[in-house]
């Protein structure tokens, strides 16, 4: 990916780039604007008036002009701006200029007046870097985007901070848009350990009988279905003076699901190549953490596999056992994920951390409650919940606390052994999380991210195209710089 963003201390007019950014603000030039409209005669205040372009928000008017390029943002009205607001703004340059092939832009630093150069400058340059993506790997005649963005009056040091996000981002996207006969457990596990290596992180990496040894038969019963065998992923990030904290990331890491002898329709096994999204943003996270090098002790864990049909694979019926020794009925093949991430969970709380945050592509009722823009965040511990939400807002990633309602354990009740793997179709989300707390021993937080971390193909989302979108990574890393 050749996005990059860097800042000058210049003014958008005073900038010899190809394409210049300025903004419309209660439906005129903003100060830059005005600047450059000076040094074009006038041409951008004529075409506002000729146009009638409001500069609604988000919006954009493309203008060609005699040796300049020049595109007009919409920021809408002059008050009720938040900060993320410039996020969503760079995402639209960024989209606009990869569209036209343009190579270079000045960009104006919006809104800088009102939440300051530095602050701006970060998410400006975050949003300009994940509006430039694009997976073109597969596409015979697609060449990847090639941009600079340049921030007028910017703030410089905030840039890298924000790239090294991006770049967090950017992998877990690539994770999740790789089709899944490329994609498979054990590839997911050497891409893992190559950015491991690349990043200065421990990694380590376990196969079928080490599995077993360790008594992950939740996790085996699913894998074990496969040809492509499982590998259970461990990256661990310590900080150079004593960890302040130790922190725990868990991801669900199937990369493809059919359901298993519970089998899926046609239509839903679409996007399951997606079903690892979880495992995707705590990879992309941890490359991000290596960058920025917070004071405290992250590990981070994925049990990857797939759920497949074979002479192998696990039934309805089935009674398996976690590596806690609880006993799980299973009831649907199609509730795999939990399973995996029973003994992901288990191990994890094995290392005793402060705090676990897991994210799951897990149940479709989340997607029916909440959309496919927010995530449901199930907190069994409620200061943690609290935590990890303020960091979701910050990162501008939508999450919606959703209740661990107890009653609804009895749901996940079994006749022959400690649990069900399902309950019923009322409240299938919350049983969900509530099965999965079974499993943690420390502070717990499950994000269910099942809506957000897949944009289908006709359903581009609001920080990049169809496809993965790399949620959760941007929380992640912010709830982890918040712990020093």
Request: hydrophobic share 45%; proline share 5%; with cysteine.
């Amino acid at each position: 990916m050749a996005i990059r963003v860097k800042t000058t201390r210049r003014k958008v007019f005073e900038h010899e780039a190809p394409m210049r950014v300025v903004a419309v603000l209660g439906g005129e030039l903003t100060e830059e604007g005005r600047w450059l409209d000076s040094e074009l005669g006038g041409a951008l205040a004529r075409i506002l008036k000729e146009t009638r372009f409001k500069g609604d928000f988000g919006t954009t008017l493309y203008v060609p002009l005699a040796g300049v390029q020049v595109l007009l943002v919409g920021l809408g009205k002059r008050r009720g701006h938040r900060l993320g607001d410039v996020r969503r703004i760079g995402v639209k340059v960024a989209e606009v200029a990869v569209e036209r092939g343009v190579r270079e832009a000045a960009v104006e630093n919006f809104l800088a007046e009102r939440f300051g150069k530095r602050e701006t400058s970060r998410v400006l340059a975050e949003g300009l870097l994940l509006g430039g993506y694009r997976f073109t790997k597969y596409q015979s005649e697609a060449k990847p985007p090639r941009a600079r963005f340049v921030i007028a009056q910017g703030y410089g040091p905030v840039v890298e901070e924000a790239a090294a996000v991006a770049e967090g981002v950017w992998l877990a996207r690539d994770l999740v848009n790789e089709p899944p006969n490329v994609l498979n457990p054990v590839e997911l596990a050497r891409r893992a350990e190559k950015m491991a290596r690349e990043a200065g992180l421990e990694v380590r990496v376990l196969g079928p009988e080490e599995i077993q040894e360790l008594g992950m038969g939740a996790y085996w019963a699913v894998a074990k279905g496969s040809a492509n065998e499982p590998r259970f992923i461990e990256l661990v990030y310590r900080p150079e003076e004593a960890p302040v904290r130790k922190l725990a990331l868990v991801g669900k890491g199937l990369t493809f699901d059919t359901g298993g002898y519970s089998l899926k329709p046609p239509e839903s096994m679409k996007t399951m190549k997606g079903d690892m999204a979880g495992a995707a943003a705590v990879i992309g996270a941890m490359k991000a953490i290596a960058a920025l090098k917070p004071p405290v002790e992250v590990r981070a864990y994925v049990a990857a596999a797939e759920n497949m049909i074979s002479g192998h694979a696990y039934r309805v019926d089935d009674v398996i056992r976690a590596m806690n020794g609880k006993t799980i009925e299973v009831l649907n093949t199609d509730a795999e994920g939990r399973l995996t991430l029973a003994d992901a969970l288990a191990y994890a709380s094995q290392q005793e951390p402060d705090a676990i945050v897991e994210l799951s592509t897990l149940t479709g009722s989340c997607v029916v409650a909440l959309g496919r823009e927010v995530a449901g965040l199930f907190a069994a511990d409620e200061a943690l919940g609290r935590e990890v939400q303020r960091a979701a807002e910050a990162a501008g990633e939508k999450v919606w606390p959703m209740p661990m309602e107890e009653a609804y354990k009895r749901k996940l009740k079994s006749k022959v052994a400690d649990l069900a793997n399902v309950g019923d179709r009322a409240g299938g989300a919350i049983q969900a999380a509530l099965f999965l707390a079974e499993f943690a021993d420390a502070p717990f937080v499950h994000l269910d991210i099942a809506g957000p971390g897949f944009a289908p193909a006709a359903e581009d989302h609001a920080f990049g195209p169809a496809g993965g979108t790399g949620f959760g990574v941007r929380t992640l890393v912010e709830w982890t710089l918040r712990q020093g």
